[in-house]
C-alpha cells in the first residue's frame, strides 16, 4: 500500500494508525459489525470468512504481512463484509476512514495503490467464482492449494510446506466443497506422491504434477 512513498512518508503514514496484537484465533472484526477501521498486517496472517444465508462458513482469503483488509472502511461508512480472525500471533495496524482518507489526500501513491489493491481483490473473486462455476471440484480444490502455495509456500525438504495452519475443513471452506471429497481427494493425492499431509499441515511434494492437473481439461 505504501509503494512509491519516501522513507519519511512511511514512517509518518505508519504512525498515524494503531497498532494492535492478536493472540492466535482472536477476532479483530465480525462480519455485519459498524466498519470502523481497515487494517494492514504487520506480521502474522489474518483469515476472512463470510457466512452464506444458511449459515455455512466460506474462507474467503488469507491475508499476510504487508496486505491490507476491511478497504471497504476506507472507502465509505458500512459493515464489514467478512469476518477477519488471526491464525498465530499477529499484529495490525488500523486506521479509520477519516485518517485514511487524509492519508491518501496528502500522498497520492496511497490512493493509486489502494486503487491497484481493490481491482486486484475483484479480479481475485471473478476468478474463484468462475472456478466453482465450471471448475471440476478436485481441480478445484488443487487450484486452492496452488494459490496458498504460492502465497505462503517455503521450500523443504521433500517439497514446499504451506506455512499455515490448515485443516482438511480450511480446505473444503476455502474451496468450496465439503470435508469428505477434500479428504477423499488429498488421499487419492497422497498416494500419488503429489502431497503430504498431518495435522492442519500440507506439503506439496510434487507441484508440477498439481499443476498440471488443475491446467487438464
Not at 476472512?48 to 444465508?53: D, G, S
Not at 471448475?135 to 499455515?164: P, T
Request: charged content about 25%; aromatic content about 8%.
Amino acid at each position: 500500500m505504501f509503494d512509491g512513498l519516501t522513507e519519511d512518508q512511511h514512517n509518518r503514514a505508519i504512525h498515524s494508525g494503531i497498532k494492535k496484537q492478536l493472540r492466535p484465533n482472536e477476532f479483530l472484526f465480525h462480519q455485519g459489525s459498524p466498519a470502523s477501521s481497515c487494517f494492514l498486517v504487520m506480521q502474522g496472517q489474518l483469515k476472512l470468512t463470510k457466512l452464506n444465508e444458511h449459515g455455512k462458513e466460506v474462507i474467503i482469503r488469507y491475508v499476510g504481512p504487508g496486505e491490507l483488509t476491511a478497504a471497504v472502511v476506507a472507502l465509505r461508512n458500512g459493515v464489514y463484509p467478512v469476518t477477519a480472525e488471526s491464525v498465530g500471533a499477529t499484529e495490525v495496524i488500523g486506521w479509520d476512514h477519516s485518517k485514511m482518507m487524509k492519508l491518501m489526500r496528502q500522498f497520492p501513491d496511497i490512493a493509486i495503490n489502494f486503487l491497484g489493491i481493490v481491482l486486484a481483490r475483484i479480479e481475485d473473486v471473478q476468478q474463484r467464482y468462475l472456478e466453482i462455476c465450471t471448475e471440476q471440484v478436485d481441480r478445484r480444490i488443487a487450484r486452492s492449494l496452488l494459490r496458498l502455495m504460492r502465497w505462503k509456500g517455503v521450500k523443504k525438504e521433500g517439497g514446499i510446506l504451506i506455512e499455515i495452519p490448515l485443516s482438511r475443513q480450511n480446505i473444503a471452506d476455502y474451496s468450496g466443497t465439503t470435508l469428505y471429497t477434500v479428504s477423499r481427494t488429498l488421499s487419492g493425492w497422497e498416494k500419488k506422491n503429489w502431497i503430504k499431509s498431518g495435522r492442519e499441515k500440507i506439503i506439496v511434494t510434487d507441484p508440477h504434477a498439481l499443476v498440471a492437473f488443475a491446467e487438464a481439461g
